[in-house]
């Protein structure tokens, strides 16, 4: 049986829960025993709410089965766990990862990795010397329509990409998010989620180039576009925008192109569009990212098996392949070379 301590319980701790609760109900050996939050006694009686549904965001958790804290020493001291679940601001990331890691415990904690990559490249050292395992919440490796784009490309059954688009956008968040020095704004936030999923699927680009503009005080970019630049010319470009506001409501969605084909992922269903037969839709699952992630680092933590689709080496490349581009916007949209990038890059 896993003991697992949850230390922050904003929309994603929330989110995270449900879906511990879910595998618990399905008879997966692993309890939930605490949460930790500063806010706790607030945040138990309030309904929280992200930019995409949960299944029970209609009303609170019962948290009545489950010990809280207010402290995370006090956890600690007071619990014992295998696994913990980090869904804190990002700035907090690395300290407590670290620690956690160095005193034995498995953790997973959410994207972004960290604040910065300097931070990230300590995080992934650590899990590299410490018996604990180390998973970063990059969930788009989990969805089944980005799971989808990735298998076709491998196959190489349309050929040779030759070119795509990535969307991302919602009305601003609230809270520390708008914050940049806490969460890096847009691009370190949300737009990571798209950066994370061409370099998983593509590869690190050599070059980047990104166009970005800060529409809310102190919340660093806020809108931006980058364009990714490969050997091989294919036109790769993903943009993001948190200042939609209104009913808009959020979305993601691609379009890529291939030699004999392209794929269009839209209103939450993949359309395939192969140049030699009628186009159809992709039978894939209704499932969110969130579930199968949490069940792959649990299943592998149970069995000791590495952890191979979301190192902290990959996450890590992601955090600075956006520094990347926030070098890009800062300087105008010029090229900015990732062989050029330091570990640490300028300030939002």
Known sequence: M?????????????????????????????????????RIDELKHEKVEGNISTETDTSPIDLSAFRLYKDLEDMLQNEKLDVIDIT??????????????????????????????????????????????????????????????????DSGRFGQVTGGYFFRGSEAPKGWLLQAKRSGGALLDMHIHDSDVIQWIFGMPEQVSTIARSCIPGSGYDIASTHYHYEDGKVLNAQVDWTLEGDFGFSMTYRVNFEKGNLVFENGKVKVHPSDAPGFVAELSDEMGYYPQLRYFLERVMSGEPIRRTTPESALLSVRLVEAEMLSASRNGEKVALSNVPVRSASI
């Open 88 to 153: 804190l601001p990002t700035d907090l990331h690395a300290d407590i990862a670290c620690d956690l890691l160095q005193w034995g415990y498995h953790v997973f904690c959410e994207k972004p990795m960290a604040i910065n990559s300097d931070e990230a490249a300590r995080m992934a050292e650590t899990a590299r010397t410490s018996r604990g395992k180390l998973m970063i919440g990059q969930c788009l490796r989990f969805w089944p329509a980005y799971v989808y784009l990735k298998e076709t490309v």
């Open 2 to 38: 896993l003991n697992i301590g949850l230390v922050g319980y904003g929309f994603m701790g929330h989110m995270h829960l449900e879906n511990y609760v879910r595998m618990m109900r399905e008879g997966m050996p692993i309890q939930v025993a605490a949460i930790c939050d500063v």
